[in-house]
Nanobody, 127 residues
Framework: QVQVVESGGGLVQAGGSLRLSCTASGLTFDNYAMGWFRRVPGKEREGVSCITWAGGRTYYADSVLGRFTISRDNAKNTLYLQMNSLKPEDTAIYYC????????????????????WGQGTQVTVSS
């Protein structure tokens, strides 16, 4: 059974930084692309960033490009999201997810391409 667990959320002032972590078990971690998503109550889920299974390619939503950095440590089965220059509009629940397909060459920011999701971690950015 696949388990995905996020951590690292919290309350931070605008302009500050946070680093989210996500550990995955029950799957061969380095066979799957991984993604970060976020949801604000009442709004659609948004794809934030993704990284290919070997970590060679990364993609970002325009809203976070230049401020967020995704990375992975396959030896630790862990995914990271470094978030800098945080803005109040980054406030959301952040979710980590594992791709539904093995060795996808290009990762996706579409939630439907992911099959294993964590419970989420709250990020709140105060102005």
């Amino acid at each position: 059974q696949v388990q995905v667990v996020e951590s690292g959320g919290g309350l931070v002032q605008a302009g500050g930084s946070l680093r989210l972590s996500c550990t995955a078990s029950g799957l061969t971690f380095d066979n799957y692309a991984m993604g970060w998503f976020r949801r604000v109550p009442g709004k659609e889920r948004e794809g934030v960033s993704c990284i290919t299974w070997a970590g060679g390619r990364t993609y970002y939503a325009d809203s976070v490009l230049g401020r967020f950095t995704i990375s992975r440590d396959n030896a630790k089965n862990t995914l990271y999201l470094q978030m800098n220059s945080l803005k109040p509009e980054d406030t959301a629940i952040y979710y980590c997810a594992a791709d539904s397909r093995l060795f996808r060459p290009l990762c996706s920011l579409k939630g439907n391409d992911y099959s294993s999701w964590g419970q989420g971690t709250q990020v709140t950015v105060s102005s």
